[in-house]
């Protein structure tokens, strides 16, 4: 994480992708996010590493298909060049060796495509987190570091509390909606299924994909946002 000032409680977002409509979609999910603001879109290699050096960016999201060099490739030539900017992918390469890649090179998080601003939005907030904790730590000594290097980690709730507002016979009724579904279910469809309504029905999908005991995928439509489906993880 880099340590420079927080400038006045922003964090400065580079967006790099290839895609024109898709970077303009990436930008306004992260607007959507406190205290984040982009200050750029790049969609090559060569124009991130300008745009870095012209606006100095916090954090950087980086496709890594991109036309002149691949996404990791970019990174050293930022060090080299003496940017700390912190990196998270978003990219549809799910290879291991690009994921190690990733990790080697110290990127913050690695989120794959497609996804939503539900999937983008609390890896935002848990980097700005890690970020104000290191900000504003003192280290006396080894606990201190232990527990720097430890703040990005949330330890999820033991698998019988569910949040606050959440019933026990409800995630009951959506688990097994989503068990004995053929395939994926809309939060519509798992809200027909089980009695209660779309909203709730969303909430309980989305606790259940916390929590990983779901899996979301995203189907385009020919209009408006991808519809998210979720299915029970076997």
Known sequence: MTTTSDKAGTIDVLVV?????????????????????????AHTGAQAIEAVDALRPDLILLDLYLPDLFGLDVIPRLRTAGHDCDVMVISAAQEADTVRGAVRRGVVDYLLKPFDFEDLRPRLERYAAQRGR????????????????????VPAPPAH???KGMSVETAALVERALREADGTLSATECAAL??????????????????????????????GRPERRYAWRT
């Open 17 to 41: 992708d290839d895609d024109f409509m898709v970077a303009r979609v990436h930008r306004a999910f992260v607007e959507r996010v406190e205290p984040f603001r982009v200050v750029g879109i």
């Open 134 to 153: 290191l900000l504003t730590a003192v280290v006396r000594g080894q606990a201190d570091v232990d527990r720097v290097l430890a703040g990005a980690f």
């Open 161 to 163: 509390t569910l949040p």
């Open 194 to 223: 089980t009695g209660v309504s779309r909203v709730s029905a969303r909430r309980y999908l989305e606790y259940f994909h916390s929590t990983g005991s779901a899996e979301v995928s995203l189907r385009y439509g020919a209009a």
